[in-house]
């Protein structure tokens, strides 16, 4: 810090980006930073002077004393003006040179101690000589560069003074921060002037050597435009030899087929008056090229020509079958669809919604539809379109306008009846530009597609025809006004039977095709194609499978080019896969091999099918601390909440003190906790497994459940049931648990599963622990005791664990 006895030799400083105030320069400065704007307040009220010393990087918002330069100017303050937005104009006046022998900072400013830096003339003759040869110079300088105002020129000529000359001169220059800096620190005046006429031959040569430029390019665009004139010239003389005029010709073309194309009144007056403009314009025109491409995408578009439907019902339930195996609900869908269209002349297009998970086959579906009933059949990709602009096309008015993606895709189609797939439907996105969302609700609307509008047509186009098809991964995430306008046929994903099956018929056919292979070189037996499906692939469709089946026939053909065909046949067995494959990736969770206390077998429903999810629960002392592992999400934790709840209304029934929690921690686990879990579905299972803590009494192993549990014991139904039971089957267990109200979904479950599972409806959690647990786990029997549902204390706003049996 600065002490006050030095106050007479210390001023503020300003510390300034891209600039450099030379003594006798006047100029104005714009001040933003708090610690300049308190510099030049204290200057103010002071003596109004200030040190004005360059950053050494402009770009730093806080420079130091090492980013300074040391060397500045000593300015008056002229004058100080405050503007609206709190920043500071002030007009500042170089007065003299002064370097920094001390620096001092206070969080408010800077505050530097300055030595004024004297200056030395020379031999006066050669100050002389320099004056004379720097205004000769810089005259013809500012002959070259206009920028600079001819007064300046006037008011240079009239100083004698050597320093005050280079001075006013150097800020004039087009050279950099640190050139600048230099000169500022030259106190001889004789060394500085030398320096300055160095850098004002320099920048004279430039300057010349722009001029050059500028003429050569000058002379070039002359060229280009007296060629254009002399080619319009030989137009001219062309036509009026009688050559033949291309340009007519077209426009006469284009007339001849606005009358024959049909299209609607309205479309034919629009494309009139279009061809009536070009033809009162130059060829050439910018204007006449974007009539010319609005004319060609109108008559482009197909107006009355239509492919005739196949109204075949059983043919196209042969074409459905022969492309994909499943899918019976689409299919009879579609099957409906054709029977009335047959008995009906016209029909409304229906707008159906494919909602399933990545792989299960909807966009080959809805390509083997338009096989079916013989129609053109077209593809529009929406994930991640989020312009209003990609539907409805754009008005001409901009450069580049197109019409939509739909109108793009019926030029594509070539009829007005066509199938158009919209995929991905849920992942358009909103932004400034509009929503493309909204864009659609007219074109999936049959009661206004007819009179679709395009920006870039400007003209009605009939879509009522047409049948849309649309596909989404989750139908939550479709906007609630497009998804009312859709009827939305759901897709789960593939059974690993149905994946076996799509394997036998479809994917090892394709891949042995295509690798070169054949069924005398390569089979692939049944148990193998389960052994893909549960070790090496986890998903919903079968993508990943092909995959893996590709790499097996890549595999194989690798090994017949090696053996120059000479080698038997090869079968992949389950136990080959691991020497073509690698090790598996995937397990699926069976049953425990033994009853366990504390242990409970649940049901998951993923995306990628159903799977065992084993719930286990440890207690130990504690003072009544619930926790809950295996990264659950909100609901599944509030599920064993209210599991633990009925545990303690059930406490006498079970045979537990009233106080057990109190003196107890629980600590509820579900494996695999890498993997995001959550839904309602666990709540009787995580029930049972306290239950068995707390008791003693283990959980049949061959035993499997699911179910939503209220605070009151109930069960309330629960979704998957169909990929659940699957999931149970597969993983060897014998009995499973589902709520009442599910058991209307058992008749979409192949009858070969069900026979293997004996399937118990539940209303009841006292039920559940009378099937589940290897020993009777109540006291006194449920019937006859009133159940108590527990009185949280106040200090403890979470529900409270268990004891020990």
């Known amino acids: 810090m600065i002490k006050k006895s030095d106050e007479s030799k210390a001023y503020p400083l300003l510390p300034l980006r891209d600039i450099i105030v030379f003594p006798h320069m006047v100029v104005p400065l714009f001040v933003g930073r708090e610690k300049s704007i ?139 921060l640190e050139e600048k800096q230099k000169l500022l620190e030259l106190t001889e005046a004789c060394k500085r002037l030398e320096r300055l006429f160095a850098l004002l031959e320099g920048e004279i040569e430039i300057l010349q050597m722009e001029k050059k430029i500028r003429t050569r390019v000058k002379k070039q665009m002359e060229r280009s435009q007296k060629e254009y004139y002399l080619n319009e010239q030989m137009q001219a003389i062309q036509k009026e030899l009688g050559e033949r005029d291309e340009f007519k010709n077209e426009l006469f073309e284009l007339e001849k087929v606005i009358k024959r194309k049909g299209m609607s009144e309205e479309a034919t007056k629009k494309a009139r008056s279009e061809l009536k403009k070009l033809k009162m314009m130059s060829p050439m025109s910018a204007e006449a090229t974007v009539v010319r491409n609005y004319l060609d995408w109108l008559i482009g578009l197909p107006w009355s020509e239509r492919s005739e439907d196949k109204i075949d019902v059983e043919a196209a339930e042969r074409i459905l079958d022969e492309d994909h195996y499943g899918l019976k609900t689409v299919k009879e869908r579609i099957l409906e669809h054709l029977a009335v269209q047959s008995l009906v002349e016209k029909m409304q297009g229906p707008i159906l919604c494919l909602v399933g998970p990545p792989g299960v086959g909807k966009t ?199 053996k120059s065909g000479k080698k038997n046949k090869v079968v992949v067995s389950p136990k080959k896969v691991q020497q073509l494959l690698g090790p598996e990736k995937y397990r699926y969770q069976k049953k425990e091999e033994r009853s366990e206390i504390g242990l409970c077998n649940g049901l998951a429903f993923t995306e990628t099918g159903g799977d065992l999810l084993t719930i286990e629960v440890a207690q130990m002392p504690g003072k009544g601390k619930l926790t809950v592992t295996g990264k659950l999400g909100d609901v599944m934790q509030e599920s064993a909440q209210a599991a633990m709840s009925y545990v303690r209304s059930r406490a006498k029934l079970l045979g537990l003190a009233l106080d057990f929690y109190q003196k107890i921690d629980l600590h509820i686990h579900v494996p695999e906790g890498g993997i995001p879990k959550d839904g309602p579905s666990a709540g009787i299972t995580m029930a049972t497994a306290i239950v068995s803590a707390l008791t003693g009494k283990p959980v049949s192993k061959d035993i499997a459940m699911t179910g939503e549990i209220t605070l009151r014991g109930n069960v309330l139904p629960i979704g998957g049931l169909k990929e659940k039971i699957f999931a149970a089957h597969r993983g060897g267990v014998k009995t499973v648990l589902i709520p009442t109200e599910n058991l209307k979904d058992l008749k979409d479950i192949p009858k070969n599963i069900l026979k293997g599972l004996q399937i118990i409806e539940i209303t009841h959690m006292d039920q559940v622990l009378r099937h589940a647990l290897m020993e009777q786990a109540f006291v006194v029997p449920p019937d006859q005791v009133k159940p108590e549902v527990p009185t949280l204390p106040a200090e403890q706003p979470v529900i409270q664990p268990s004891t020990s049996h």
């Open 38 to 176: 308190h510099a030049l307040e204290e200057a103010m009220a002071s003596k109004k002077q200030i040190v004005l010393s360059a950053q050494k990087k402009a770009q730093n918002n806080n420079p130091e004393e090492k980013d300074i330069f040391p060397v500045g100017t000593l300015a008056n303050i002229i004058q100080l003006l405050r503007l609206p937005d709190g920043t500071l104009k002030v007009l500042v006046e170089g007065v003299n040179r002064v370097r920094i022998t001390r620096f001092g900072s206070t969080d408010s400013l800077f505050r530097v101690e300055v030595e004024i830096l004297g200056e030395t003339v020379g031999s006066p003759v050669e100050a002389q000589a320099l004056v004379r040869s720097i205004k000769a110079t810089f005259e013809s300088y500012v002959k070259l560069n206009k920028r600079i105002p001819p007064e300046l020129l006037m008011s240079v000529l009239s100083i004698e003074d050597s320093g005050k000359l280079a001075d006013t001169i150097i800020p004039h220059l087009n050279i950099k």
């Open 364 to 562: 080959s579906l809805a390509r083997s539809i338009a096989r079916s009933i013989g129609r053109s059949f077209v593809k529009i990709s929406l994930g991640g379109v989020r312009d209003e602009a990609e539907i409805r096309g754009h008005r001409r008015t901009y450069i580049g306008a197109m019409p939509g993606k739909i109108i793009q895709s019926m030029k594509r189609a070539g009829t007005i009846n066509p199938v158009i797939l919209l995929d991905e439907v849920d992942k358009m996105s909103t932004d400034f530009r509009g929503d493309p969302s909204s864009a659609l609700l007219e074109v999936l609307d049959p009661e206004q597609n007819k009179f679709f509008s395009d920006h870039y047509l400007e003209v009605e186009y009939d879509l009522s025809s047409t049948m849309f098809i649309t596909t989404a991964n989750s139908q939550h995430t479709i906007p609630w006004p497009l998804l009312d306008r859709l009827e939305v046929i759901p897709l789960s994903g593939y059974t690993e039977e149905e994946k076996t099956q799509i394997a036998i018929r479809h994917l090892i056919p394709k891949q042995v095709t295509r690798h070169g292979l054949d069924e005398k070189k390569l089979m692939i037996s049944n148990p193998t194609i389960q052994t893909l499906v549960r070790h090496y692939t986890r998903e919903a469709g079968v993508r990943s499978l092909e995959r893996e089946i590709a790499s097996i026939c890549r595999k194989t053909a690798r090994q017949f080019a090696r």
